[in-house]
């Protein structure tokens, strides 16, 4: 059997046109198949990959980490310096109302344990969410995914969780004294790039203060310089309550985080004890990969050249056959007419050397969310590529 068959026999398969794309090894800002031709990532494991592939300091930092211990206890028992030393690191950059570190396994998790720290914080079970936001995929975050198409088949879910509309000022009249949180995404990234008013953002937040409503901000894909600072929710100047973050928060290994007041946390300790478990939550090797990349990124200054790489790319990508370039910093999304457009150009992309992929909530817009570290010579070269696939794309679809 070959190996792609393998893959489609006994690895799980959730979707009917996986990418099947066969990676022999990723570098920088590109990944590598077994013939040995080079493709730009553009979409860096869906923001994951902020700081580029094979970081050196974070291979060696996974390396020492390795040489010391792996797993040794379930979390929060024992006291592990990668741990330790990540959380204080992280939270010398935000606010003094957010100190506490909770470091789940994944950004699902994050979501999970922030949900159920707020019920437990405000003693209430209303949960408010919004249409087109993704929070994750079990069944907690599933409840409040906004979209219908891919909850229904998994129902009964969390009862009590109700969807908004960005923007829609009826949720500023709804929140009241039974809402136990508001839970956002302060740039809606699976909608294909829906950045929101910021006044809108701090009426719900002023609502929150005023009910004693929890407001959690999910920055699983905004944070770590992908929208141009290190968290979205300093750029706007918004503090939420409990902050989720997950996929580069590990360097390129398996961790999230929610993270809150010490005081609001603290509630997870009693009636009952060990409110929130996990065995391998803020594993050693993925805090210590994840600090070192986080010092990475601030060493480097990564995302200081973030908007200027953003207007590169906003101002080479023009076609007649782009509808709009929505963006918020390096988190970008092309939009086509159709998802079939979309479809084919990324198919058209795979094959000249670029790989990307589409949007949960918006399969007609393409993807880009490259490592930060990525050149402007590899922007132009990426916008280059991706404007002679629609091309081909069109002049195919003549052709026929
Ligand atoms: N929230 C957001 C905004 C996400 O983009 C994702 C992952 N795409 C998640 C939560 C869930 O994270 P994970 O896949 O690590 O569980």
């Known amino acids: 059997m070959t190996q792609r068959e393998i893959f489609l026999k006994h690895i799980a398969q959730t979707s009917d046109a996986p990418l099947g794309f066969e990676i022999s090894h990723a570098e920088n800002c590109y990944l590598y198949d077994l013939s040995g031709k080079k493709h730009i990532d553009l979409i860096g494991g ?9 970081n050196k300091q974070v291979l060696e930092a996974i390396h020492k980490q390795s040489l010391l211990y792996l797993h040794v206890m379930v979390y929060g028992e024992t006291i592990q310096t990668p741990q330790v030393q990540y959380a204080k690191a992280l939270t010398q950059y935000l606010p003094p109302n957010l100190q506490s570190v909770y470091f789940t396994n994944s950004g699902s998790e994050a979501t999970e344990g922030a949900m159920k720290l707020a019920k437990r914080v405000t003693g209430r079970s209303k949960i408010f969410a919004f249409n087109n936001s993704y ?3 079990t069944q907690g975050a599933l409840s409040i995914m906004g979209s219908e198409y891919w909850k229904q088949a998994y129902r009964p879910l969390l009862p009590e969780v109700y969807h908004f509309d960005y923007h829609e000022n009826a949720i500023l009249d709804a929140i009241d004294e039974q809402t136990a949180c508001v839970i956002m995404e302060p740039v809606q990234a699976e909608a294909g790039v829906m950045v929101p008013d ?39 100047g918004i503090e939420p309550d409990i902050l989720l973050l997950g996929k580069a928060l590990g360097g390129g290994l ?17 009636d009952p004890v060990l409110g929130h478990i996990t065995t391998f939550g803020g594993h050693p090797l993925s805090c210590a990969a994840g600090h070192a ?32 370039v ?9 939009h086509f007419d159709s998802y079939e457009m979309n479809k084919k150009v990324i198919d058209t992309c795979l094959q000249n050397g ?6 949960l909530f918006a399969s007609n817009a393409l993807r880009i969310a490259p490592p930060l570290i990525i050149t402007h010579q590899e922007i132009e070269l990426a916008c280059q590529i991706i404007l002679q696939s629609i091309d081909a794309v069109l002049q195919d679809a003549k052709n026929t």
């Open 354 to 359: 670029l790989f990307t992929d589409w949007f």
């Open 326 to 334: 929505n963006s918020c910093g390096l988190l970008m999304a092309i």
């Open 46 to 54: 869906i923001s994951v990959c902020n700081i580029g592939h094979g």
């Open 293 to 324: 990349a986080f010092t990475f990124l601030l060493d480097e200054n990564l995302f200081e050249h973030v908007h200027e790489k953003e207007k590169l790319f906003k101002k080479l990508l023009t076609h007649q056959a782009i509808q709009k």
């Open 254 to 270: 398996p961790l999230g985080a929610f993270i809150s007041s010490k005081e609001m946390m603290d509630t997870l300790m009693f």
């Open 135 to 137: 929070h994750g995929s």
């Open 198 to 236: 910021i006044k809108w953002m701090q009426a719900i937040r002023n609502k929150c203060y005023e009910t004693g409503t929890l407001l959690i901000f999910d920055e699983i894909q905004t944070a770590f310089g992908r929208t141009g600072s290190l968290f979205r929710c300093q750029e706007i």
